[in-house]
């Protein structure tokens, strides 16, 4: 039988709270389970754990929303200092539509809803999450503890859930990425056809997102998953290069 | 250890050909690989092998170009048959980029780029592989064919490439399903923090397509995709649910 690829999702991962060392809590329930990280592994860490253990979040009760924010929160009913914290994370308005959803460019450049600002409750305060400063950095720095703690220097993916236009429902998209190239160029290699692949960029960064998405389910809560048997191509990438140059873009 | 999802790659799969059956194909090339089919697997098929058994092959040397194909084709130096297939296939046209992209609204409402028109050599002459006329009833025939063959029904996905905006690379997504719920509908569950999550529907058929690209490698041609172990909705779903209604669609 074929040597596959193996999803798989560690549920012994506690609820994250700001400083909380995330490679030792991955590391421990890694074991917990039996699987020792190897460098070939692609371990995909949902962003709301990093965010949260990178201390990302926000008291609401401390966000004074702007009069713009508060005409927006209550034409939609939506709390005005999540809106408030949306356009603080944001550098350009895509869209804005029903229910007070806003589409806007993130200061990482990435096109996502809400800018990522996520409202959460830390210690039964309303708050929100923000997404980490730099998921490209923070994602190296996960990488680094896990090599520290368990030898192993796997790929890591930082992964977020997006919208996508045209399209329902979301998908987890790679948001940083450590030790692997996140875009595959099959340019000028010949397909099955010998004809050569003209438009073939794979961003298998976004695809590793998403299949490890299937495997931590959404109500279950695993913020982990490790992906075994695929063979990444190692290499300095950052999820930034899958943010598309203005110049390119169709869609600006 | 954890018991995970596995994605087994077929490889088996010969050079498919018009009115070759492919549901046997796929059984015999599982059957060669001791993957016994189950009721619990999902099938990834891409859509050029459907395309071509279904016939979906326009030999080049029969398009007349109109003058608008010519004068795209001319000033990008691509083929305007070609081009002109693009325009036929479309119902709208998105963005017209540099190179002769041409990002367009298939019959099926799918926006993607050059109408999933693709350059193709079959048996010696130069064609074009179109999309399939209705991929939800592909999708459906596939697992007949299967359940035929093998007794057993999985869940059949039919999956294409398409790139994103905003981002580089693309991905694999779902064009056709059968057999199983395409989104998640997770609105109204608590999330972690017992918070109701108000935006949770998770394009599952979208993430499964993807999932199965990451087995499937590009230039080693394996077609079709086992996923073993993914604890799929069973339904009735259709990739056409994937497209959003022109009225919530904030990219019309």
Redesign the interface.
């Known amino acids: ?2 040597q ?8 012994g991962i506690p ?1 994250v709270s700001p400083g909380d060392d995330l490679a030792a809590l991955i590391c421990a329930a890694a074991a917990a ?3 020792g990280l190897t460098d070939d592994d692609v371990v995909v860490v949902t962003q709301k754990i990093v965010s949260k253990a990178e201390g990302r979040v926000v008291d609401l009760a401390t966000v004074d929303p702007s009069a713009f924010a508060r005409q927006v929160g209550e034409r939609w009913g939506k709390d005005p200092r999540q809106i408030e914290l949306v356009l603080r994370e944001s550098t350009d308005l895509v ?1 804005m ?1 029903p229910g007070g ?1 806003i ?1 806007s ?1 993130t200061r990482h450049g ?2 996502c ?1 809400n800018a990522g600002v996520d ?4 210690g039964g305060a309303d708050s929100a999450t923000l997404l980490p400063v730099d998921p490209d950095t923070s994602a190296l720095e996960l990488r680094d503890g896990v090599r520290r703690i368990s030898g192993a220097a796997p790929a890591v993916i930082l992964s977020d ?1 997006f919208g ?10 790679a948001l940083g990425a450590a030790g692997l190239e ?3 160029d ?1 340019r000028g ?7 050569e ?1 003209h ?6 960064a ?3 997102a ?2 490890a ?3 931590a389910g ?2 279950s ?1 695993c913020p982990v998953v490790v ?2 048997g ?1 063979r990444y191509a190692p290499g300095a990438g950052r999820a930034a ?4 140059d203005a110049e390119r ?3 600006r």
Chains 1, 2 share one sequence.
């Open positions: 039988m074929t596959g690829i193996e999803l798989l999702a560690l549920d609820e389970q039996g699987i869209r539509g959803l589409i460019r990435f096109v809803a409202l959460s409750n830390v859930s996508r236009p045209w399209r329902n429902g979301i998908v987890d998209v996140v875009l595959i099959l290699q010949p397909d099955a056809d010998g004809r692949m438009s073939t960029v794979i961003a298998v976004d695809e590793l998403s299949a998405d299937l495997a959404k109500t809560h992906i075994r695929y290069a899958l943010v598309m873009d169709l869609f």
